[in-house]
């Protein structure tokens, strides 16, 4: 087979087309560039939709989190307590064992039946798990953001007349994402980092559909040789980790646009690893 | 272990719950407990020293020296840590055991990397075949360690790094002024004064290391992951205990551990940062100042 038929047979296998039989004997480096880089189309997946729902929760969770009231304050704290405060690797299989344990058969909700054991396959299970995680990771960075904005900011703002909705729209809100960008951009190079746990923990791979690693372990399994496909892995991830660092210091520019060079912050990498 | 439970078809309720509490299996899973906190007793020194070592190598006035320890602390930036686990265990396992094949049976032939196989001399086999399943169990933990002490003295090398460049310039000139050579300063002046600026960067670390330990499971080793999977599956009434799928609750119980552990270590690490920023000159140790005056 040359490289180009392999990359045909195997560029989207992990998501279930081309050749259904993985390599057996006789593996060579595009057949182990190929598949892994086909597995990552799959920590993209997580990675991707986790953030942006996660984004969207974790200002509503920060939020809560600032409020005076009890009601909302506590309940809040909780949930960042538990996603932060417990191994991601223990969060995927206890999701995995409560969403088995759903009837089979589907819910009748209203007298509707609705089919609920799609919620146990990764896609959607592990997709759930890393979006509250990173919901409650980046909860914590945007409310360390919400108390950090300056004080004269704020009274700047109230001495314009904006109050309510209007001042949190228009001052606190774009400063504390100023704020908590470059934490954030961190976060986000970790949580595609932790996609690579989906398929090691709890979830099965349905029909050796699996992500980067997944693969990579299984040419290290069958090789007795780990030098080649982690490395490759690794070379991926530097790749994304990369890509992730542009488009984030993009927005990072943006939302630093209107101050002088000197005050801007910059993005730094930081290692903050497993969760 | 009690007299009791001898026969758990007879028995029900709180006792029948009492008797499967405490089978043979259970005490293992209870032991397994042990197993990851002397995981973490033992990974949190030698990472430190590691990271010690690296951050001391990465400021090191040799060039050569100062690469390796730059190059040690840049390692794991980039690179998700479980790929680094996956891949130490078993690089680890085949550079020791290809080192004594080496020593052992210089005189074999036949090459070791057959195709896919990695083939060594019986003899440079670690452990032999012939030893007891602890050896192999024990041999599989001190890998695991390893590994672990490898990766997160790498993040603490970070961390530390970062710290001995934060201690203020003024008092390490001041001490040089003193006439102490560049050894002293580092010992009496640069050491004790990093710790408070080391402690927030190595608190973060420690909860990761608390975090990390599931990884154990996939390393191999019987931990609690292992157990609550092990015990939790459905027994049918072959078993002694039969029940159905109890796995979740087992988690539930893992997840109520880590928690526990997540909360002490804050409470701790706390009370250390107050106990460390004592007389130093940041804001902490101003706050603790004014406290007390």
Redesign the interface.
């Known amino acids: 087979m040359t490289c180009a038929e392999t990359i045909a047979a195997y560029a989207f296998r992990s998501l279930g087309y081309g050749e259904r039989l993985l390599p057996r004997?006789d593996f060579t480096l595009c057949q182990q560039f190929t598949l892994i880089g086909s597995g990552m189309i799959w920590n993209l997946y997580f990675g991707m939709l986790a953030l942006a729902a996660g984004f969207l929760l974790a200002n509503a969770v920060a939020l809560a989190k600032n409020a005076r009231s009890p009601l909302a304050r506590v309940p809040a704290d909780w949930f960042v307590?538990?996603f932060?405060?417990?191994?991601?690797?223990?969060?995927f299989?206890?999701a995995y064992?409560?969403l088995?344990?759903l009837p089979r058969n589907g819910i009748v909700i209203l007298g509707m039946t609705t089919e609920v054991s799609w919620l146990s396959r990764a896609w959607a299970g592990a997709l759930i798990v890393l979006f509250l995680n990173t919901a409650a990771y980046s909860a914590q960075i945007f409310h360390g953001a919400l108390k950090s904005i300056p004080r004269g900011d704020l009274e700047a703002a109230e001495a314009y007349g904006l109050t309510g909705w209007a001042r949190f729209r228009r001052i606190e809100w774009p400063t504390m994402l100023r704020l908590a960008w470059p934490a954030y951009t961190n976060e986000a190079i970790f949580l595609f980092?932790?996609t690579?746990?989906v398929f090691?923990s709890g979830f099965p791979a349905f029909q050796q559909r699996g992500d980067a690693?997944y693969y990579?372990?299984y040419f290290?399994d069958?090789?007795?040789?780990?030098?080649i496909p982690?490395?490759i892995?690794?070379f991926y991830?530097?790749l994304l980790?990369?890509g992730l660092i542009g488009i984030f210091g993009f927005v990072n520019r943006r939302l630093n646009r209107h101050l002088p060079a000197n005050v801007q912050a910059r993005i730094r990498?930081r290692?903050?690893?497993?969760? | 272990m009690f007299a009791a439970c001898a026969d758990p078809s007879l028995i029900a309720g709180p006792e029948w719950l009492l008797c499967y509490l405490t089978t043979g299996k259970h005490v293992d899973f209870y032991w397994s407990f042990l197993t990851v906190l002397i995981l973490l007793a033992v990974t949190a020194p030698t990472a430190l020293a590691f990271g010690f070592g690296g951050a001391m190598a990465a400021r090191s006035p040799i060039l050569p020296v100062r690469l390796v320890g730059k190059g040690y602390t840049a390692m794991?930036?980039?690179?998700?840590?479980?790929?680094f686990f996956?891949?130490f265990v078993?690089?680890l396992d085949?550079g020791i055991e290809w080192t004594v094949h080496q020593i052992r049976c210089p005189d074999w032939i036949e090459p070791i990397?057959q195709g896919?196989?990695?083939r060594v001399c019986p003899q440079a086999k670690v452990p032999q075949g012939s030893a007891p399943q602890s050896v192999h169990e024990l041999y599989g933990f001190a890998l695991a360690v390893l590994t672990f002490a490898l990766v997160f003295g790498?993040?603490a090398a970070?961390v530390l790094y970062g710290a001995m460049q934060a201690v203020p310039k003024g008092q390490l000139e001041t001490a040089e002024a003193y006439g102490m050579s560049h050894r002293q300063v580092f010992r009496r002046v640069l050491v004790p004064q990093m710790w408070v600026y080391a402690l927030p960067g190595l608190g973060?670390l420690w909860m990761?290391l608390?975090?990390?330990?599931?990884?154990l499971?996939?390393l191999g080793v019987k931990d609690i992951?292992y157990w609550?999977?092990e015990l939790?599956g459905a027994k049918t009434s072959a078993y002694a205990f039969p029940h159905p799928?109890w796995?979740?609750y087992y988690?539930?119980f893992?997840?109520a551990f880590?928690?526990c552990m997540?909360?002490l270590s804050e409470i701790v690490l706390s009370r250390l940062s107050a106990r460390l920023s004592r007389g130093q000159a940041t804001a902490a140790g101003e706050a603790l100042r004014r406290a007390a005056a």
């Open positions: 004997t307590f538990i932060r405060g417990s191994p991601l690797f223990i969060q299989f206890l064992e409560a088995v344990l980092h932790a690579t746990l090691f690693l990579a372990n290290a069958k090789t007795f040789n780990p030098f982690y490395p892995v690794a991830f530097i980790t990369l990498l290692p903050q690893l497993i969760r | 794991v930036r980039g690179v998700p840590d479980i790929v996956l891949f078993i690089a085949q990397r896919l196989e990695f790498a993040f970070n973060n990761i608390i975090k990390a330990t599931p990884l499971f996939l992951v609550a999977r939790g799928d796995r979740l988690f539930l893992l997840m880590y928690l997540t909360k």
